[in-house]
């Protein structure tokens, strides 16, 4: 995998990826190229200490999602999309990095947030990460 590294956010170093679309998210900031329609960079930022993904294009907020952290699942309690990036995909774009990054912390997904499972019977690929 290449990253490089910049300042983007006080709670996230920022690193663009260069590697396959599904590459696991660390904690930070990721540019990954556009799925959703919307022209322009795309930026995934974790920000920890607020509990939140956001999902950035070219500056805009594009969308975020919420979550609660407890013993081996994280909890997905909000996922929200600006009117201008609704249908895009970009929702879509960020659950899929979220997933990503749950997995890739052996955790998994509580779907609290209504969109969850909506968007995971649409990937049902992903259903294995599901909190029974």
Known sequence: MLWSTTQSHPDA???TIRDPLRAAL??????IPDMTGSKGEHVIEHLEAQRR???SVDGAEAAVLDYLERPGVRDVTHT????RFRGTGAASELVQRVFDDTRARGLKIVP?????????????????????
């Open 53 to 55: 993904f956001r999902l």
């Open 13 to 15: 170093a920022r690193r």
């Open 26 to 31: 660390s904690p930070g900031c990721v540019t």
């Open 112 to 132: 609290s947030c209504p969109y969850i499972p909506v968007w995971v019977s649409r990937h049902p690929d992903e259903k294995d990460l599901i909190a029974r």
């Open 80 to 83: 929200y999309a600006d009117p």
